[in-house]
């Protein structure tokens, strides 16, 4: 079991739906991260958190909306999706921002979302 | 602009051999990091390795080393005697200097260990 845990595993949406991904994270870390992972493409980082407050918007659609109520969690709100929307979508984490130093961005398995 | 490009799209290598998957990087950047992560099956990356740009040793983990080439802006990473849990998809990673969180990721390579 990793020490970031994302859930759904799996979710299939329509257009017009709203549904919610879920991250949580059982490492005592301050910064959480959202990256989309297309087929075919590298991975995009789409928000960051740090100590609670968004400090990166990738240029990222409003039909993603990111919510970090606290340290150990954070969503991904989902709204009127479209079809090019599908993708994996990865959660991590680091001890703050600066502990890229060395690399140690803790990823989830990520939630598989499919758009119709 | 920063860019990673990795040319290997797909290899395959035998079980216990040595292989080397191939980064470049193009950045203007004095002070910069790179990053090597694995991504099993399940989803998840794993972190392997970091090399900082002012390092002059070349960074060594366990079974994992990279060989770093500043001058040709290469960032190769080396697996010692492979295993069949090392088949994976293998991104290689920039962040434009040391305590950026903007990991800028490449396509990645497919490795396939053959027992």
């Known amino acids: 079991e990793t020490g970031v845990t994302q859930t759904p595993r799996h979710l299939v949406m329509g257009m017009t739906n709203k549904k919610s991904l879920k991250c949580e994270q059982h490492l005592g870390h301050n910064a959480m991260y959202w990256y989309k992972q297309s087929a075919k493409k590298p991975l995009e980082l789409m928000f960051v958190?740090?100590?609670?407050?968004?400090?990166e918007n990738n240029s990222v659609p409003s039909r993603f909306s990111p919510e970090c109520p606290n340290s150990s969690h954070l969503f991904l709100h989902l709204h009127t999706l479209q079809p090019e929307d599908s993708a994996l979508y990865l959660c991590a984490s680091s001890q703050g921002l600066a502990g890229l130093y060395t690399g140690e961005l803790f990823f989830g398995e990520g939630s598989r979302l499919t758009v119709l | 602009a920063q860019k990673i490009t990795q040319t290997q799209p797909g290899m395959f290598v035998q079980e216990k051999e040595a292989v080397t998957l191939d980064c470049t990087y193009d950045t203007s950047d004095q002070s910069y990091g790179l990053f090597w992560y694995k991504q099993p099956s399940s989803g998840e990356m794993i972190f392997l390795i970091y090399q900082g740009s002012y390092d002059e040793q070349n960074a060594t983990e366990g079974r994992y080393s990279l060989n770093f080439q500043k001058a040709r802006k290469s960032a190769n990473l080396v697996i010692s005697a492979s295993q069949l849990g090392d088949s994976a998809m293998y991104f290689c990673?920039?962040?434009?200097?040391?305590?950026?969180?903007?990991?800028?990721f490449g396509s990645g390579t497919r490795l396939l260990v053959r027992p």
């Open positions: 958190y740090s100590l609670e407050e968004r400090v």
């Open positions: 990673a920039m962040s434009r200097n040391f305590s950026s969180y903007k990991l800028i």
